[in-house]
């Protein structure tokens, strides 16, 4: 097939617009997957995406379709993620396609991260498709959004495609319509091989697979290559497309999407952004690579099992290979022994590693509270960056804190504006500007602390616009701040999983309600508990868990044995799910209580 | 524990009898209310359930051995066995003791509600060699009863404790509970004084549990009934352990009492880890080294031994192991603990050497402490005897 008849296109959409749908409806219409083998939200592989109804992964999947004018056309489709915290997946795929199909829901309109994925979609030059879906709902708005689009966005709705993925109206316009406006790839079929690593993930007998797009020159089994960036060659030994499962193929000529198999043993060897190229005949420039992403968050990451320190290390790094926005560093607690530090993109993304590595690799951890990155100057004039509020140098020897502040942009029916600005005013923001998008819909920018974002933010946008709000935000810098670290003391001992850096005028109320949190989650054990929440030397808040007393199952009725092995065995089991730190047993969630606290 | 005699080797036999009056607020048991089965009108429904009863009863039928019985407790528990009538108790009772061999001075023991006891229920249990009664009192408070959804008053408890006497009933304990909503230390006091002044020689106390699927957890979901307080439950539970050890019972089981010689027979084949055999819908049972448990809805129960089959709803195999994880928390639950012979006899290792390391452990926080034959619960380690058990767990 010529490489005019090639498309490479992605989905992009702010969460729960439908892409999923819309991608399974486009697979069932091409005939890629018989009715047989679909399923809902079919390329959402992983439980936990189909448990959330979300997406987290980006996957690729290719397509024969007939065009209008008679023709074969390969279609390579991108699905990707809606989260805000999974934006690096979507500029990942986005470099690898031509053209980006903009999903926007007929009864939402513009939101957060419809704006954030459109403009880094024309950050790539990319022919974006606008679609107006669920147009079948009744209270669907497809003019206004449209209207929405072209005033806020400035984009050229006049060929916008009215669809309803679930029905299945506009799926032949919208494929029409790839056709006719992506551009098919660019590439230089005679050229050197230049393949651009869009993802990866690790397989036990292949080694480490490659996502490839091929822009220039094309790879076959067989071939020596090289990762431009390490330099390191191997020899091709598979080379495939996604259907959406794995299907080897003899070769992927320029312009294709793909994946490539090389032995490869070392994760490490096939990063991410990288660019391969034949050995034999090198190109003699790189693609240009992705951004270095920034991890918004950090958090420490333990095995409750000491002894599973080692497994838990080779699971990040099979992890790492899926998801190359994941970032660790190995790290010692006092309290929770050898672990590692992470950097994530968000809460969200936070928690969705934690739950894989529970899940696919069978480990029982507990995460720290997260914290964000703090700048610290120091009298001696330099500065020194902390993820870990333990790292923090002595107050004597700090001159000033600050901490990292966002741009975000709140998309709000105009109606929850006042509750939105009380809430960025409580949450230490400052004002930038208001739009409104339309008569009743709202854009707000606020200045706002990224601790304020990781902390409770987004919970509570969503509870006081029920559930109307979007957020998206991005990373403005530092500003100085009045900080302190406020320290737990669990039995009359600091256990610096539980430490926290927060704002001085929140310091108190947070604190007490972190003991107060910390009792009742902190089951009661053989000897009283003190719990004290300390700045420096001062103890700011104290509450106490008294000593077991009674624990015992009463009377066994009819003999039934088993039930009571059993409740004595779940009660065991919880028990082995707690972190012993001194000689206290901590449950896994109280490291999190920080995250869950009220302000009062 | 292992024994070529009928019924392969079980020492005492449970019966289940799931039917009641009315289902009480706090009862998770298999127990199904039967309206129509009173005093004095059997209804179809138990009467099936019966026939469904004695054909499981079949499938231990003893291989006469020429040595004799070796049942040594038959135990009649719900549900409510006096819910029954009086000619289905006697007959039942009769059936049993054709189908199972008894020993001569078995233990046979009958459940009861105060409420849903006569003079010849009582008479016939008599005649059947029922030789202990075990009765639901709970409470000694009229609205302690009412709250806990009981059909009987007090009045009930004392007219049936005087008419089991009359009856000639000489073993007869009384089954309280405490920890019951708005209990306070004084009321349970007065509680164990009113069961003590009426002289019964066994005595078995239970803190209420809110169990799932029971009007109180739902209670307690809505917030409408408050989580019992542990230190307030712990105070109720060592006064009771002082005043009725005070008053002549021995405190012989973690929730059991007896004055001497009464211990129940029939419990401590369960703390003994022996096995038995138990049938009825729900029923548990310890044969041949496996642990089973019946189906619970009479529906299928029956409907199993119609096709002739064993009305199982699980069935495990204990190894050598469990056995004796299982002989460890069971056994401590006996003030005297565990005989460091017989588990030696038993499993061929000794004790010390197989859990030495829980043993030291728990000697050392003083939960348990070593004699030159057993193992047992110091007072430390009776309050909180789930943590030590958990240690013998795998």
Known sequence: ?600 | MISNAPHGGAAALYVHIPFCAAKCHYCDFVSYVSGENSDTQESEAVNLYLAALLKEAGFHQAKVSPTGAVIKSLYLGGGTPTRLTARQLFMLLEYLQQVFALSGQAEITVEGNPGTINKEKLEALQIQGCNRLSLGVQSFEDRELQALGRIHTVQDVYNTYNLAQEAGFANINLDLMYGLPGQELSGWRKNLRTAVSLNPEHISLYQLNIEKGTPFFSLQNKGLLAEFEQDEAFYMYEEAINYLTDSGYCHYEISNFAKPAYESRHNQVYWRNQEYIGIGAGASGYLAGRRYTNLAVLADYEAMLTQGARPLAQEETIDTELAMTETMFLGLRLLEGVDKNEFFLHFGIQINEHYGKAIDKLTEQGLIEETQNRVRLTRQGLYIANQVMMEFLR
Do not use: W
């Open chain 1, 1 to 600: 097939m010529s490489q005019k008849h090639i498309r490479n296109f992605c989905i992009i959409a702010h969460i729960d617009h439908g892409k999923s749908t819309l991608a399974d409806r486009l697979l069932e219409c091409t005939g890629a997957l018989t009715s047989r083998e679909m399923t809902e939200q079919v390329l959402d592989q992983m439980d936990l995406e189909r448990e959330r109804g979300i997406t987290i992964k980006l996957q690729a999947v290719r397509m024969q379709y007939k065009g209008e004018d008679g023709e074969e056309y390969l279609l390579n489709l991108i699905d990707t993620p809606g989260h805000v915290d999974f934006s690096y997946e979507v500029s990942r795929s986005l470099a690898a396609c031509e053209g980006a199909i903009l999903v926007v829901d007929a009864t939402q309109g513009i939101e957060a991260q419809t704006l954030a994925n459109v403009y880094l979609a024309l950050e790539h030059d990319l022919e974006i498709i606008p679609v107006i879906n669920k147009i079948d709902l009744p209270s669907a708005e497809p003019q206004r959004v449209i209207q929405e689009l072209e005033d806020v966005i400035g984009l050229d709705c006049s060929g916008a495609i009215l669809a309803s993925a679930k029905d299945g109206t506009g799926i032949k316009e919208i494929l029409a319509a790839v056709i006719e406006k992506v551009p098919p790839p660019q590439g230089d079929s005679s050229a050197a091989l230049k393949a651009l690593i869009f993802d990866s993930h690790f397989d036990s007998y292949k080694g480490a697979i490659s996502y490839i797009r091929v822009v220039d020159g094309a790879v076959k089994k067989g071939m020596n290559i090289r990762m431009m960036a390490t330099g390191k060659t191997f020899e091709v030994t598979e080379v495939g497309i996604f259907t959406p499962s794995m299907k080897i193929v003899d070769e992927l000529p320029t312009g294709t999407v793909g994946y490539l198999a090389g032995s490869i043993k070392n994760v490490k060897d096939t990063s991410v952004g990288d660019t391969i190229t034949s050995a034999e005949n090198s190109a003699d420039k790189p693609l240009p690579g992705y951004r270095k992403i920034t991890s918004m968050v950090y958090c420490g990451l333990y095995p409750v099992d000491t002894s599973d320190y080692e497994n838990l290390r080779d699971a990040l790094e099979k992890l790492q290979l899926n998801d190359a926005s994941l970032v660790y560093e190995p790290e010692n607690s006092v309290a929770l022994g050898f672990g590692f530090r992470c950097g994530f993109l968000g809460l969200l993304h936070m928690e969705i590693v934690h739950e894989r590595l529970e899940r696919e690799y069978s480990l029982t951890l507990l995460t720290t509270a997260p914290s964000v990155v703090y700048r610290v100057f120091l009298t001696n004039g330099e500065t020194m960056d902390i993820d870990n509020p333990t790292k923090l140098p002595p107050i004597q020897n700090i001159e000033t804190l600050s901490e990292p502040y966002v741009q975000a942009t709140i998309m709000v029916p105009s109606a929850f504006v006042g509750g939105v600005m009380e809430l960025s005013q409580e949450k230490r923001g400052t004002f930038i500007n208001m739009d409104y998008l339309s008569a009743n819909r709202v854009m707000l920018k606020y200045d706002l602390p990224l601790s304020e974002i990781i902390y409770d933010f987004f919970d509570q946008l969503k509870s006081r616009t029920r559930g109307y709000a979007s957020l998206d935000y991005e990373l403005t810098g530092y500003k100085v701040s009045e900080l302190v670290k406020l320290d737990v003391l669990v039995n009359g001992d600091i256990v610096d999983a539980l430490s926290f850096i927060v704002h001085r005028d929140r310091a108190y109320a947070r604190g007490r309600s972190l003991v107060e949190k910390l009792r009742a989650m902190i089951p009661r054990q053989m000897f009283e508990i003190p719990i004290q929440a300390a700045i420096g030397n001062k103890v700011i808040a104290r509450e106490s868990i008294s000593a077991l007393r009674k624990s015992v199952l009463d009377k066994c009725y009819g003999g039934d044995i088993t039930r009571k092995r059993k409740l004595l065995e779940k009660q065991k089991e919880g028990k082995k799910r707690m972190k012993l730190v001194g000689n206290v047993e901590i449950p896994q969630e109280a490291f999190m209580a920080v995250l869950k606290l009220d302000d009062k």
